[in-house]
């Protein structure tokens, strides 16, 4: 099982893409309402929770995700569930994935140090320790961070990589018509 962390104030597009395109790639994986049942996001977009933390295992857990967004970040850096979650990611060499802000949440922890990492700028410094990169994406051992929002179709084909492989995340990615940006043909 994998799982999505969601707070209030969490980034739309950077849970739900990914949950939809690992879903859509099999994978086994569930929203889970840190804040309650029902999340409201930063755009205020209201969203039912699959679990909640008391009904979590990690005995079968492939991994966790952290989406970004404000005060959804802030969030999930006060739940003492998260942070102990994200250890046991970390310590038990699981699958840690955060996005935009989010990486800020191990990194404030320690748990990046000495890793390649990349978050939304402004928040490097919160990344302690962690070899700040300027890529999209970063994937480092188990632990993989992208920018933002606009990074989350190879954020999410990177995790499908990690959790299946790359050749079903290759067939996802082609599936839903993505394409690196271009400019609009005119007629």
């Known amino acids: 099982m994998f799982y999505v962390f969601l707070a209030d104030g969490f980034e739309e597009a950077e849970?739900?893409?990914?949950?939809?395109?690992?879903?859509?790639?099999?994978?086994?994986?569930?929203t889970v309402g840190i804040t309650g049942p029902v999340v409201c996001s930063s755009k205020k977009i209201k969203v039912f929770a699959d679990l909640t933390p008391e009904e979590i295992s990690f005995d079968q857990c492939e991994g966790v995700m952290l989406p970004g967004g404000m005060p959804g970040t802030e969030n999930?850096?006060?739940?003492?569930?998260?942070?102990d979650a994200v250890s046991a990611c970390v310590s038990q060499k699981k699958l840690l994935c955060a996005i935009c802000a989010a990486p800020s949440v191990p990194g404030r922890m320690g748990l990046l140090r000495g890793k390649r990492a990349v978050c939304f700028p402004g928040f490097e410094t919160k990344l302690t320790g962690a070899v700040v990169c300027d890529e999209p994406v970063v994937k480092d051992g188990m632990i993989i961070t992208a920018k933002g929002a606009g990074c989350v179709f190879p954020f999410s084909h990177c995790i499908i990589s990690a959790l299946r492989d790359k050749n079903t995340a290759d067939r996802i990615i082609k599936e839903i018509q993505y394409a690196p940006m271009h400019e609009a043909q005119e007629v």
Not at 18 to 27: E, I
Not at 76 to 83: A, D, E, G, K, P
């Open 15 to 30: 849970a739900l893409v990914p949950l939809d395109l690992l879903r859509r790639a099999g994978v086994d994986v569930y």
């Open 76 to 83: 999930l850096y006060r739940s003492s569930f998260v942070q």
